[in-house]
């Protein structure tokens, strides 16, 4: 792969194996960034049986100010990342599938615009409204004065921390492949020096795409760190009936509350006044390597997700029914983790909370694909069925954690 | 009316009895902004009596980046309003007279170089300056840990968030009103789902304005709200024997320290240092409609302002009387609203923290007017003798909340 | 000296003495900043025996978007200034010399980005890199929470405000000393009305640049000040073997860690896992004006820095030796101040917390030389030991507060 110096400059490539072009949209090491811009399959003189196009974009409007988005179009799907927001992903729309979910908060928040601490650390809820979202990578979880005495704000920094490096990069032989890529750090003097590379791609014309992130702890010291995949969604997925299935070894609820709920944890509530959220705490089965699936599909069972992850990076799977009412915010997460959602001082315990060795690097991957009939279904749930194998879930009727 | 869907795109409209030209100048659903505009009656080929320019203008310089202000000046009186700061007013200014202060802190401040929480919640007062802060609509008062547990950061969020949606309609007919609109929303999920559609009127050649606020609970929740229109007026009105006159049943001082002003409500100091402020709380009296009137008019009686609102919308009324040196802000305030100063966890026992329902929505009316001449006050006096009606005002020697 | 209104508006001038061209980049005042720009000596038509330029640049990537650097080559070396973070000056580059350090936190950080409150007080630490931070002048030290109830977080806020004004004022008589301006703003409505103008001055050719900061205090009330010049010296110069010298009267460990270092505070250890950091409190010596000289070699003499000051303005003088391991940050701090590294309550009752009157300025003057010979490092070795002429330095072996 040739590296592109200058921002956004188109090269023609040869015809080595490994051969792409390289776009540099944004490198805080130059302290530049390209503004708007868009390439194509056209472009590249690239004859893509599916057509497809990368666009960066900066908005405006109250709290967007300044926020970059880039909408990958790979034919069948369109995928919105946001930049500016931690490389989050804002939504993946299909033909009349969505990923994603509506929440109240409408505007692309630029974190300039949030304060994590505020509400006693749940400052991160003004921002809130993608279907991907990184949940780390210093900390995760709720709120909560910790045992060194600072207060860890909900689910960590990572999103709310503007990519520093941004790239596109295109295979130029089939299939074609996409990869967007951003690099965001978390750095902190005297306390954190961690660097995650993450990477997005997508084949044109296909119906899933895969996250590689690769999270580097760059400083000379072992540290703490966790990340959990909190990924969302709502309608059209969504809706009584749907249901959630995952390779399980025992779930249990994160809280008292759901309690209620776990007998019936599988499936969803329509629209629900009060319903409020129930947490249920699952620990994943996966295959001989380590990878699982988790799928969420709607009623007919002809609409859905089905998310792969690998146990031995992301050991557990946080399940967020959040089945209040429509405008509240109907949305259920699948959240592969290293970590459950409890505050990092009740994980610890727990052994759920990991450390990084200076220099080491750990790696993240994840696949979300798009079902889209009845078959698609099928196949991922046939998937999760060989993996559980015709073991027991357990259903344990505690909380790990009695959570004051 | 005809909305224009494109940014800023002039149309020459047609005959219709509600013919109007509409400019988006900035659109957040559409990610949009038009950048520095300007529109003129000449642009729009009417043929005002008085002459009138609307222009949006980015300003830049320490803490102003990016901060958008409009200005319109319709023949007699220059407004400059500040999108990016909730819509508030910075000042009105027509010949000599000037409807606004001079507070410390000069310049008109980006929401993204405060921290509302600074201070134990006093963040606001760095970029407080304006001639017309709205305090709300989440929450208005002190700073203060509410009953939720909570810090209440002092007078809400709303004046610290940028307009999503900014737009300029400028009737086509006599008399030519010009409508600058911006929706102000305060999101957080699971928290609050507010949105305020703030719409400023006036009218060429005329010496007052009119303020009318549409706020909207969008969540399926029933919510507390409160508001105060924060009104500050300085020099030239503003000075020693400057003076006060409201319809009010009862006037209160806010704390022990304003007990030593009580009899002397409506009248001012000249600067004094040492001062700092006193406050006090009125219960209005308001005509068979719920209207009344506040008037600020100088020693002479010759400049000042009235300010009408409804007690229907806004049933108390606060006078801030800070007339602490000059350099320290010479300042009185004005300020009509749902409640009082206090913070939330004090105004809940005297019934001055209302509720919105679900889809609910509030509407806040308020005109102000510069008062020019002798007789112009007289002619707002005279208003406000008409609404009191020869009702006694009670002074009510403690305050309504006994602070610790 | 003719001052231009409009914007980096070049302007010949006539044969006056003072005859100076002047550029303003920035100006808040006017809403209004230039953008990219730079000038040169043969713009100016000036034949520089050192030609120079000076440039500034908008950066963007990451949590740069929006920072304005000042890049001034005087031709013999380039000094970066930061308008957007309170004038600090990130780094002093000539042939293999640098001023400056390398922090993990590699962005020239925005303030919007920074919440300073964050980690208890802690989060100016999200931002450190700079070759100068100027710790001030609200309030200065440790975080904590101070006698009036309020947080102060480290090292008060001033390097985290913008500059209002920048101006680039530049002499068209030999030795056609370039001086670049900014006025950065410290203003809290009813708790702060600081203004302070920074000027650096640079000649083109010679190896040390000169700091003239005035402090004003704009309110009609008498304020509490503190101010440290934090100046951070890493490699090239610091060094296993490196040494510090300055004239002392007293030295003294900042707490129960240092203790350890105390009879080797001079020198340095080589980048030392662990280490964390060590901080002596000195009390200067000085000459009869008040000046004197604090001077950071490498262990062969041949590179180094003499940092000059005044102790009439800048009594105490903290040395922080922060010789961890390369990535953690290996830097030392020479930081005159008026004040130690304390939470300012512990200040106070050393008298270490001095105010100042209504209208009063309070100037400091600082020079930056570098060492670039064994023959400069033993010139600035020679001041000092002039200055010390012969006194003894007592070690003192307790900290001067006891903390908690």
Same mark, same amino acid.
């Given at each position: 792969?040739l590296k592109k110096t200058s921002l956004a400059l188109l090269v023609a490539m040869g015809s080595l194996p490994s051969q792409a072009a390289e776009f540099i949209l944004t490198d805080a090491s130059a302290g530049s960034d390209v503004g708007n811009w868009q390439i194509s399959?056209?472009?590249?003189?690239?004859?893509?049986?599916?057509?497809?196009?990368?666009?960066?974009?900066?908005?405006?409007?109250?709290?967007?100010?300044?926020?970059?988005?880039?909408? $990958?179009?790979?034919?069948?799907?369109? $995928?919105?990342?946001?930049?500016?927001?931690?490389?989050?992903?804002?939504?993946?729309?299909?033909?009349?599938?969505?990923?994603?979910?509506?929440?109240?908060?409408?505007?692309?928040?630029?974190?300039?615009?949030?304060?994590?601490?505020?509400?006693?650390?749940?400052?991160?809820?003004?921002?809130?409204?993608?279907?991907?979202?990184?949940?780390?990578?210093?900390?995760?979880?709720?709120?909560?004065?910790?045992?060194?005495?600072?207060?860890?704000?909900?689910?960590?920094?990572?999103?709310?921390?503007?990519?520093?490096?941004?790239?596109?990069?295109?295979?130029?032989?089939?299939?074609?492949?996409?990869?967007?890529?951003?690099?965001?750090?978390?750095?902190?003097?005297?306390?954190?020096?961690?660097?995650?590379?993450?990477?997005? !791609?997508?084949?044109?014309?296909?119906?899933?795409?895969?996250?590689?992130?690769?999270?580097?702890?760059?400083?000379?010291?072992?540290?703490?760190?966790?990340?959990?995949?909190?990924?969302?969604?709502? !309608?059209?997925?969504?809706?009584?009936?749907?249901?959630?299935?995952?390779?399980?070894?025992?779930?249990?609820?994160?809280?008292?509350?759901?309690?209620?709920?776990?007998?019936?944890?599988?499936?969803?509530?329509?629209?629900?006044?009060?319903?409020?959220?129930?947490?249920?705490?699952?620990?994943?089965?996966?295959?001989?390597?380590?990878?699982?699936?988790?799928?969420?599909?709607?009623?007919?069972?002809?609409?859905?997700?089905?998310?792969?992850?690998?146990?031995?990076?992301?050991?557990?799977?946080?399940?967020?029914?959040? !089945?209040? !009412?429509?405008?509240?915010?109907?949305?259920?997460?699948?959240?592969?983790?290293?970590?459950?959602?409890?505050?990092?001082?009740?994980?610890?315990?727990?052994?759920?909370?990991?450390?990084?060795?200076?220099?080491?690097?750990?790696?993240?991957?994840?696949?979300y694909t798009l079902l889209q009939s009845r078959s698609d279904t099928r196949q991922a749930l046939d998937k999760v069925e060989a993996i559980q194998g015709g073991q027991d879930t357990a259903l344990r009727e505690e909380p790990l954690v009695a959570l004051p």
């Amino acid at each position: 792969m040739l590296k592109k110096t200058s921002l956004a400059l188109l090269v023609a490539m040869g015809s080595l194996p490994s051969q792409a072009a390289e776009f540099i949209l944004t490198d805080a090491s130059a302290g530049s960034d390209v503004g708007n811009w868009q390439i194509s399959n056209g472009d590249l003189g690239i004859d893509s049986p599916a057509p497809f196009t990368v666009e960066k974009k900066r908005l405006f409007g109250g709290k967007q100010a300044g926020v970059d988005i880039i909408v $990958i179009d790979n034919g069948v799907m369109e $995928i919105t990342l946001v930049p500016t927001r931690g490389m989050g992903i804002y939504e993946v729309k299909s033909g009349d599938l969505r990923l994603g979910w509506t929440s109240p908060v409408k505007e692309i928040v630029n974190p300039a615009f949030i304060d994590l601490e505020s509400r006693n650390g749940l400052g991160w809820l003004d921002g809130f409204n993608e279907m991907l979202v990184r949940c780390g990578y210093e900390w995760t979880g709720h709120p909560g004065v910790d045992d060194d005495g600072f207060l860890k704000s909900l689910h960590g920094r990572v999103q709310n921390t503007p990519a520093s490096m941004v790239k596109v990069v295109i295979d130029e032989q089939p299939p074609y492949a996409i990869h967007v890529s951003g690099e965001v750090s978390e750095k902190t003097f005297k306390f954190s020096d961690l660097k995650t590379e993450m990477t997005l !791609t997508v084949i044109p014309g296909e119906n899933s795409f895969a996250l590689h992130d690769e999270l580097t702890n760059l400083a000379d010291y072992e540290n703490e760190y966790q990340i959990i995949y909190h990924g969302n969604f709502g !309608t059209p997925i969504l809706e009584k009936g749907a249901k959630f299935s995952a390779p399980a070894k025992e779930v249990s609820p994160f809280n008292d509350y759901a309690k209620a709920g776990l007998k019936d944890w599988q499936t969803y509530l329509g629209p629900t006044k009060d319903f409020d959220e129930m947490v249920f705490n699952i620990m994943p089965n996966a295959d001989e390597n380590g990878n699982t699936l988790a799928v969420l599909h709607n009623a007919a069972g002809d609409q859905g997700v089905a998310v792969g992850f690998n146990v031995t990076e992301l050991p557990v799977l946080t399940l967020w029914k959040n !089945t209040d !009412t429509l405008k509240q915010g109907y949305v259920t997460g699948i959240e592969p983790g290293t970590s459950f959602a409890y505050n990092t001082k009740y994980q610890r315990p727990l052994g759920l909370v990991p450390t990084i060795k200076p220099g080491e690097t750990k790696a993240f991957n994840l696949t979300y694909t798009l079902l889209q009939s009845r078959s698609d279904t099928r196949q991922a749930l046939d998937k999760v069925e060989a993996i559980q194998g015709g073991q027991d879930t357990a259903l344990r009727e505690e909380p790990l954690v009695a959570l004051p």
